[in-house]
C-alpha cells in the first residue's frame, strides 16, 4: 500500500510538471508566432561625413485594440533596434555597433492630435494615419559614430522593429503575456554590408591640386 501510494504521488507530480512546461511553451510561443506582424519592406545603409546612417520602410497596422489604446490616451513606445556585426572564423563575431531609436506615438485630446516623438524632437499630426505614415519610414538614423573604425570586410547587419510592451502601462503589460492583440514585432531583417575603404590619398591629391591652381 505503501509502493502505491507513493506511485500515485509521482504520478500526481508528473501530472503538474507537464502543465506547467505547456503553460511555459504556451507563453514563449505566443510573441514569436506575431513576429511577421511587422514586415521590413526595405532598407539601406550610406556613408556620409557624420558615419554610416540607415534608411528602412516598415508596413504595419495597428489593430482595433491598440488603436483604441492610444486614441484614450496610452502612448505606444516603438523600438527600432539595428546591429552590426563582423563575422571571425578564428574568434567571436566582432559587434561593431549596436544602436536603439525609440518611438512615441500619443494622442492628446486639448489639441486632438496625434504626435509622435523621438527623443526632444516632435510632431502633431490630425489623424492616426498621418502619424503612422511617418513612423512606418525611418530616415537618416545615424547608426555608427563619425571617427568609428570599420574594417575593409563585410558586416552583417540587422534590423527590427517592435512594440515595447514594457513600457507599456502595467494592466496591458499583464494582459500581453496572454493577448496576442498587445504583441506587434518584425523578425530580423539581415543583409550584408561593406564599409568602403578610406582614401586619403584622393584627399591629399584634391589638395595639392587646389594649391597649383593658385
Not at 489639441?111 to 489623424?127: C, D, E, F, I, M
Given at each position: 500500500m505503501r509502493g502505491f501510494?507513493?506511485?500515485?504521488k509521482l504520478y500526481a507530480a508528473l501530472a503538474q510538471?507537464?502543465?506547467?512546461?505547456?503553460?511555459?511553451?504556451?507563453?514563449?510561443?505566443a510573441p514569436s508566432a506575431h513576429a511577421d506582424d511587422i514586415e521590413v519592406l526595405d532598407v539601406r545603409l550610406a556613408t556620409t561625413e557624420d558615419g554610416v546612417v540607415l534608411a528602412a520602410d516598415f508596413a504595419f497596422e495597428l489593430n482595433p485594440r491598440l488603436a483604441e489604446a492610444v486614441t484614450n490616451g496610452v502612448p505606444l513606445y516603438f523600438a527600432v533596434e539595428f546591429e552590426l556585426t563582423r563575422p571571425r572564423w578564428y574568434w567571436f563575431d566582432e559587434k561593431a555597433a549596436a544602436k536603439r531609436l525609440q518611438l512615441r506615438l500619443s494622442y492628446h485630446a486639448l489639441?486632438?492630435?496625434?504626435?509622435?516623438?523621438?527623443?526632444?524632437?516632435?510632431?502633431?499630426?490630425?489623424?492616426l494615419e498621418e502619424a503612422l505614415n511617418v513612423l512606418r519610414r525611418v530616415r537618416n538614423w545615424q547608426v555608427v559614430e563619425r571617427g568609428?573604425?570599420?574594417?575593409?570586410?563585410?558586416?552583417?547587419?540587422?534590423?527590427?522593429?517592435?512594440?515595447?510592451?514594457?513600457?507599456?502601462p502595467k494592466p496591458?503589460?499583464?494582459?500581453?503575456?496572454t493577448s496576442r492583440d498587445l504583441n506587434l514585432e518584425?523578425?530580423?531583417?539581415?543583409?550584408?554590408?561593406?564599409?568602403?575603404?578610406?582614401?586619403?590619398?584622393?584627399?591629399?591629391?584634391?589638395?595639392?591640386?587646389?594649391?597649383?591652381?593658385?
Open positions: 501510494a507513493l506511485l500515485k510538471l507537464w502543465t506547467a512546461l505547456a503553460l511555459c511553451a504556451m507563453f514563449a510561443a489639441s486632438r492630435h496625434y504626435r509622435l516623438s523621438t527623443g526632444v524632437l516632435q510632431q502633431n499630426y490630425a489623424t568609428a573604425t570599420l574594417a575593409d570586410a563585410s558586416y552583417d547587419a540587422a534590423v527590427r522593429m517592435r512594440l515595447d510592451v514594457t513600457l507599456l496591458f503589460q499583464l494582459s500581453a503575456i518584425s523578425a530580423w531583417k539581415r543583409f550584408a554590408f561593406r564599409a568602403p575603404a578610406s582614401s586619403p590619398a584622393a584627399v591629399e591629391s584634391r589638395e595639392t591640386k587646389e594649391a597649383e591652381s593658385r
